[in-house]
Nanobody, 124 residues
Framework: QVQLVESGGGLVQAEGSLRLSCAAS????????MGWFRQAPGKEREFVAS????????YYTDSVKGRFTISREDAKNTVYLQMNSLKPEDTAVYYC?????????????????WGQGTQVTVSS
């Protein structure tokens, strides 16, 4: 069973930066595509970014393009989300997820394993 543990969330002022990390254990990390999703209060969970198993395919939702960067470090079984120029509307619980097929999908339902989430709060 794959376990995913997110860290790095917190409270930051608008235009600030945070780096989220997601450490995986119990599986073959290098064979999984990884994704980041977020869920704001009262809203559905939404796609943020994804990276394929070999890192050559990356997707972002439009609202974070140019501000967020997803990356992976297979030697550490970790995926990162560097978030710059944060906005109050980025406030949400951020979740990482793993897709056994290895594709950088945007679809929430394609992901097999999920972390518990980390809170990101951006103040104006």
């Amino acid at each position: 069973q794959v376990q995913l543990v997110e860290s790095g969330g917190g409270l930051v002022q608008a235009e600030g930066s945070l780096r989220l990390s997601c450490a995986a254990s119990g599986g073959t990390f290098s064979s999984y595509a990884m994704g980041w999703f977020r869920q704001a209060p009262g809203k559905e969970r939404e796609f943020v970014a994804s990276i394929s198993k070999n890192g050559n395919i990356i997707y972002y939702t439009d609202s974070v393009k140019g501000r967020f960067t997803i990356s992976r470090e297979d030697a550490k079984n970790t995926v990162y989300l560097q978030m710059n120029s944060l906005k109050p509307e980025d406030t949400a619980v951020y979740y990482c997820a793993a897709d056994r097929l290895g594709l950088a999908t945007k679809r929430l339902g394609n992901y097999d394993y999920w972390g518990q989430g980390t809170q990101v709060t951006v103040s104006s």
